[in-house]
Nanobody, 125 residues
Framework: QVQLVESGGDSVQAGGSLKLSCVYS???????MGWFRQPPGKEREGVAT???????NYADSVKGRFTISRDLTKNTLFLQMDSLRPEATAMFCC????????????????????WGQGTLVTVSS
């Protein structure tokens, strides 16, 4: 089993930046990793994902502003968020998925097999 623990959520002003971290542990070999978010009163949606080989995929709404990365030596996944907008206000969750199509995952949160507890990001205008 994989365990995911997020951190880094905070309140920021629009236009600002924030970097989220997710430390993963357990039997994580072979898992895709990713970030998803759930805005208040809305459905969970994909943000960014990274494959076993390091390929990345982003939701159209964050392309060019958010960057997913990882530090394999520290078992840590990151999400750098720049030029934040108020609509980014959400609970951000780290996620893991094993097998299946990588590119489609960001559009299909329900394919996620393991979730972290989440970290709250609030962007004020």
């Amino acid at each position: 089993q994989v365990q995911l623990v997020e951190s880094g959520g905070d309140s920021v002003q629009a236009g600002g930046s924030l970097k989220l971290s997710c430390v993963y542990s357990g039997h994580y070999s072979g898992y895709y990793m990713g970030w998803f978010r759930q805005p208040p009163g809305k459905e969970r949606e994909g943000v960014a994902t990274i494959s076993i080989g390091g390929s990345t995929n982003y939701a159209d709404s964050v392309k060019g502003r958010f960057t997913i990365s990882r530090d394999l030596t520290k078992n840590t996944l990151f999400l750098q968020m720049d030029s934040l907008r108020p609509e980014a206000t959400a609970m951000f969750c780290c996620a893991a998925k094993r097998g299946g199509a990588f590119m489609a995952w960001v559009l299909n949160p329900r394919e996620t097999q393991i979730w972290g507890q989440g970290t709250l990001v609030t962007v004020s205008s």
